[in-house]
């Protein structure tokens, strides 16, 4: 079966500070995705980053940046130089064997 | 280019009644997927079809049935509503091991 914890469940940053997102995950399939999605106070879901399972490179994409590191099943999620529009909740969720699990969701609230 | 479209956006309905939640997309995916998403839960997979005329269970089915007879459509059908079912639900459709993409919700409150 699959399983995503996000051990944070509240996080409180000050403006421009860095914030990193916690994920590990479980699975038996040797071919898996991984995502980062985030949900704003409006309520919507915004895909933002996805990682295959047989590529753990890194990589930046603007303000955004992720820790892929299959030895230990984590998948974690970096802001970089917070904003307040960052304030919303980030779910990291997995993909595989025709399903798609989702965590708990991290609060990241950023005080201006 | 419209997306994942969920309608109604917003429910009540009192215990024992039932309804259908629309779910439509119009990015030709054959993966669709039905969340409900409790207060600091997450989401938790009710149901979930790889192609026309496929569904199967997720991790909370009960009280719940859905039909893919189109790639567009996922309707979600709650029989006999239950205080336990009010919940956001969300609709989402995707390619295989792509992202998914989401419908906007709908807020059921059962009373």
């Known amino acids: 079966a699959q399983k995503v914890t996000q051990a944070q469940t509240e996080i409180s940053v000050v403006e421009k500070e860095d914030v990193t997102l916690d994920c590990v995950y479980e699975t038996r399939d040797t071919t898996y995705y991984l995502f980062w999605y985030k949900q704003p106070p409006s309520g919507e879901l915004v895909f933002l980053i996805r990682r295959n399972s047989f590529d753990e490179q890194n990589e930046i994409s603007g303000r955004y940046s992720w820790n892929f590191q299959k030895s230990t099943s984590s998948f974690n999620f970096t802001i970089t130089a917070s904003q307040v529009v960052d304030s919303a909740v980030y779910f990291c969720a997995l993909g595989g064997n025709n399903r798609l699990a989702f965590g708990k969701g991290n609060q990241v609230v950023v005080i201006p | 280019n419209a997306g994942v479209t969920q309608t109604p956006k917003f429910r009540i309905l009192k215990i024992g009644q039932s309804m259908t939640l629309q779910c439509t997309q119009d990015m030709n995916h054959n993966y669709m997927y039905w969340y409900r998403q409790d207060p600091g839960m997450g989401l938790k997979l009710i149901y979930y079809?790889?192609?026309?005329?496929?569904?199967d269970k997720g991790e909370v089915p009960n009280g719940y049935n859905v039909s893919r007879s189109t790639t567009e459509d996922f309707p979600l059908r709650l029989e006999l509503a239950a205080p336990s079912q009010t919940s956001v639900y969300f609709c989402?459709?995707?390619?295989?091991?792509?992202?998914?993409?989401f419908g906007q919700g709908t807020r059921l409150t059962v009373v």
């Open positions: 079809s790889v192609g026309a005329g496929i569904t």
């Open positions: 989402a459709s995707s390619y295989e091991y792509t992202e998914a993409f």
